[in-house]
């Protein structure tokens, strides 16, 4: 054995973290192919070992031989003559096995470039198992590492011995990475396939804003407040409703901490995502009133049979109730579960038109007009008699839609009427 197997040995002992009887047992493996290529006829021995010292940098190949009568002997490469094998062992008998060295000479050197690929490839799948036994059971945790390279749009994480990685439907899209870069993920799930295990990473999951919370308010981990639901937009916004059995606990506070500091420091880690923090109820129509904050609502009508709740809003608070791209009424759908319908209250306008259309066949009555005419004076400004006669005639012709010809004959009408009623 050459010192570079030995260097081998130690580089996956101590860096890799892989158990050094592992190790061993890869480079046995590797020796032992390498032997069977090397000596014609060697794959015809049924029983091979290898024995491996690691100190005096030395390997042995041994095959281990059944004893037979003489006469008996034919198989050259499992069998040994009873005369032959009582040289090494008196006692021996028919029927018992005997290990012999079969080493080459030179073997060591020779063998060594082909058996070092070999015993790369048991101690890559080694590792392999080692990541998969180490992280099978952290599915659902965070962990932190390095950004050490990107493979397309996927990002690959150095997680010390291992690597993880984050691909472009887990990223967070407002989110910038370059190599070197310390970052915390959540972990989607521990793979194993025929490629071998893959650690999957997350920092767009809802569950990242979930352990987050977890980590930061120990009302959360001593389960005295419960997160109910979280609806995410990664790198948008957040909403996460909160309970709480203990009505002296206030969930929303607890989240928020004193002066707001557990929530900044969970909104630092997304990079200033906007998290909103709802009290969760059972009443759907409660809880959409505390979801679409700070919207005030004018009204909430629920159709249970089809889960959907019908928001009414005035016209300056609807911005505010659809949120940004439509953000706040959507993630409250996906908080409650049911169908979010956000609309303008129309009763107001409604109430406005039914006035204007009084003040319009009043005013229609007054000067003589019919009430199309007098709706769009009145509309422009022509609120009654004395407002009209005082406007242009071409004024009129454009409120109105006439020529000015026309403009001037309704001008005409008002003041002949106008007359008449003196």
């Not at 997680?159 to 967070?172: A, H, I, Q, T, Y």
């Not at 505010?320 to 306008?349: C, F, M, P, Y």
Request: charged share 35%.
């Amino acid at each position: 054995m050459t010192n570079d197997i030995v260097a081998l040995i130690d580089y996956y002992e101590k860096e890799k973290g892989i158990d050094r009887d592992k190790v061993v047992a890869a480079l046995q493996y590797a020796f032992l192919s390498a032997y069977r290529k090397m000596v014609a006829g060697a794959d015809k021995i049924e029983v091979l070992r290898a024995s491996v010292d690691t100190k005096k940098a030395d390997t042995t190949i041994y095959a281990t031989l059944t004893v037979v009568e003489d006469e008996e002997y034919r198989d050259k490469w499992n069998e040994v003559p009873l005369s032959l094998a009582r040289k090494s062992k008196a006692e021996i008998e028919p029927g018992e096995t005997i290990e012999f060295n079969v080493t080459p000479k030179n073997f060591g050197r020779i063998a060594v470039q082909t058996a070092k690929q070999t015993m790369m490839q048991r101690l890559r799948q080694a590792e392999k198992e080692m990541i998969y036994e180490e992280f099978k059971d952290r599915a659902g945790d965070i962990v932190s590492g390095t950004v050490r390279r990107f493979e397309k749009s996927d990002v690959w994480i150095d997680l010390g011995k291992f690597e993880g990685k984050m691909s472009s439907r887990e990223r967070v899209v407002t989110e910038e990475y370059n190599i070197g870069d310390r970052i915390r993920a959540y972990v989607v799930a521990v793979e194993n396939d025929q490629r071998g295990p893959e650690i999957i990473l997350s920092r767009s999951h809802p569950n990242f804003v979930r352990r987050l919370f977890e980590a930061e308010v120990s009302e959360i981990s001593d389960r005295t407040v419960e997160i109910r639901g979280i609806a995410r937009e990664a790198g948008y916004r957040t909403k996460v409703a909160v309970w709480s059995a203990d009505e002296n606990v206030d969930p929303v506070g607890a989240c928020v901490g004193l002066r707001g500091a557990r929530v900044k420091n969970i909104v630092r880690e997304l990079n200033n995502e906007k998290v909103d923090i709802i009290r969760w109820s059972d009443d759907p129509s409660k809880f959409v009133h505390d979801a679409l904050k700070p919207a005030n609502l004018r009204s909430v009508t629920l159709d249970e049979e089809n889960k959907v709740v019908h928001v009414t809003v005035d016209e300056e608070e609807l911005s505010k109730a659809i949120g940004r791209r439509g953000q706040n009424a959507r993630l409250t759908s996906r908080l409650l579960g049911w169908d979010v319908q956000v609309r303008k209250d129309e009763s107001k306008h409604e109430q406005f038109e039914a006035k204007i259309s009084d003040a319009s066949h009043s005013l229609a009555d007054e000067v003589g007009l019919d009430e199309e005419t007098a709706d769009k004076l009145f509309r422009a400004g022509g609120i009654n008699a004395e407002m009209i006669l005082q406007m242009p005639a071409e004024y009129i012709a454009q409120a109105v839609g006439v020529s000015d010809e026309e403009a001037q004959d309704i001008l005409n009408k008002v003041q002949a009427k106008q007359d008449a009623n003196a």
